[in-house]
């Protein structure tokens, strides 16, 4: 079950990029949900453009593959913000779209679980902070259907049996953690500040959910996995593709060179 866990007794080297990554984008996440509470539209765009800016500014300090990955992430969740916002009414922001900002902040998140994922705090202590995040999670999912709870939560339990999936079975263990701290780290302020709101009665399921659903970083490990598995394959179609046109570019070439020398 934990075959895919780092493994223990190992000094795992801490690199101070991965914290300040995590450090920069928590606190600018709390920045830009509170800006945001009040903002317009317009500072909504400038917050966006900030976000790209900041999200440029990390990946050039990155490999190819982290790149390439942040990419996938940020197009794939985009569009699942498109269809269970606007389309789905899953969770509704302040003006009813998808916030400038969003695009660029889901890379800032993915890369963020990356970079704590990969830190040597989460590779020295995986096993533990896993305990500590299937207990807290799991007590705030058993609260949201013990019939307590202001509002029910049978979706965010749902989830949070999909997250202990992922957690348990999936190939980046130690990035779904980091998603869950994150996650849950702009859920509640977000919806604590009305940025957004989760409806009480998901569209697709037909159950009640929180605000925010408990195991909501599920929706994330989707994400991460999506960009983790997508990457590597569109790495080696787009080195081919280079080798395809070097190939012609080369013989373009050559045969330049012949007819030269014919004449």
Request: glycine share 10%; aromatic share 12%; hydrophobic share 50%.
């Amino acid at each position: 079950m934990l075959r895919h866990f780092p493994k223990v007794n190992v000094a795992y080297a801490h690199r101070k990029r991965d914290y300040f990554i995590a450090a920069f984008t928590f606190f600018c996440v709390a920045v830009c949900l509170v800006s945001d509470a009040t903002a317009s539209l317009e500072k909504q765009n400038a917050l966006g453009v900030t976000g790209w800016v900041f999200l440029i500014g990390w990946l050039l300090g990155e490999n190819r593959e982290v790149r390439m990955q942040v990419v996938i992430a940020v197009i794939f969740a985009t569009i699942g913000e498109h269809f269970a916002s606007p389309f789905m009414g899953g969770y509704t922001y302040r003006f009813e779209n998808v916030p400038a900002y969003v695009p660029p902040g889901h890379g800032l998140v993915y890369l963020t679980a990356v970079a704590l994922g990969r830190s040597g705090l989460f590779l020295r202590h995986g096993r533990i902070i896993a305990a500590l995040v299937v207990l807290v999670c799991g007590a705030w999912s058993l609260w949201g259907i013990s019939g307590f709870a202001e509002r029910g939560d049978t979706v965010g339990a749902l989830l949070f049996c999909v997250f202990l999936g992922y957690l348990f079975k999936g190939r980046s263990p130690m990035v779904y953690l980091a998603a869950f701290f994150i996650t849950t780290w702009l859920e509640l302020i977000g919806t604590a500040l009305s940025t957004w709101s989760w409806a009480v009665i998901d569209p697709v399921l037909g159950l009640p959910q929180g605000n925010p659903p408990s195991g909501v970083a599920a929706w994330y490990c989707l994400v991460d996995a999506v960009a983790m598995g997508g990457a590597g394959p569109l790495l080696k179609a787009a080195k081919t593709l280079r080798d395809l046109l070097t190939i012609g570019n080369v013989k373009k070439m050559l045969i330049r060179v012949q007819l030269t020398s014919e004449k």
